[in-house]
């Protein structure tokens, strides 16, 4: 649909706050208050970034998996889009907990050698998935708004209909979000990676401090 026939066809109407495109869009940004919150511990010393991991381990996969649904089927956009950016959104303010929490557990502890390498080596790999998660979140509401809007739907905001009522930034936006979904997937990956290789270098290392003749 070229962006004339869809101005052609679009009635004047007033802006309805309440739709899903600007609710996702208030929510994403409500979602940025998790990068005041760092946590170190929890109860009985418990450390927290072990235990918040678990959340975007889980909701960056399943997120990036129904942006690729949504991709293979755009019809299931109208079903399951709403859905679908509301996992995206809490995954990327898990995120912005789980690194908190490990850079708060990272200052704590007294690391050295190779095990503060690895550390910071995951760090780094962190710090890039969220910068690509946070762009993956703004991408898919942005091409489920896209969606709506250059079906037949528009929001009355005219810049909104105007810059996404046209086919040619919905295939654009659909074609940046396959990328940045492929870049996500692969950075939990080797973020969970390198993780694993710091947590492990880490027990080598008090194993060996704690040998007789050591």
């Not at 709403?82 to 995206?88: D, E, G, H, R, S």
């Not at 708060?104 to 080596?121: C, F, K, M, T």
């Not at 790999?125 to 091409?143: K, N, P, R, S």
């Not at 940045?180 to 027990?203: H, I, M, T």
Request: hydrophobic share 55%.
């Amino acid at each position: 649909m070229s962006t004339e026939s869809y101005a052609a066809r679009r009635s004047p109407q007033s802006v309805d706050w309440r739709r899903a495109e600007f609710v996702l869009t208030a929510l994403a940004f409500v979602g940025f208050l998790t990068l005041a919150i760092r946590v170190k511990m929890l109860w009985s010393g418990l450390p927290a970034h072990p235990l918040f991991v678990h959340v975007p381990v889980v909701l960056i996969p399943v997120s990036v998996l129904g942006a690729l649904a949504i991709l293979a089927k755009p019809a299931w956009i109208d079903r399951y889009g709403i859905l679908l950016c509301l996992c995206a959104i809490v995954g990327m303010s898990s995120i912005f907990l789980a690194e908190q929490a490990g850079g708060a557990l990272s200052g704590a502890l007294d690391l050295s050698g190779s095990v503060r390498h690895l550390i910071n080596q995951h760090a780094n790999y962190a710090h890039i998935l969220t910068v690509a998660f946070v762009l993956f979140t703004a991408v898919l509401i942005l091409t489920f708004s896209a969606h709506r809007i250059s079906g037949g739907s528009p929001t009355g905001l005219g810049i909104a209909d105007t810059v996404l009522g046209s086919r040619g930034s919905y295939l654009a936006l659909r074609a940046g979000l396959l990328v940045l979904a492929l870049v996500s997937v692969y950075l939990v990956y080797k973020v969970g990676d390198s993780g694993a290789k710091a947590v492990w270098a880490g027990k080598l290392a008090a194993a060996e401090a704690a040998a007789p003749g050591q």
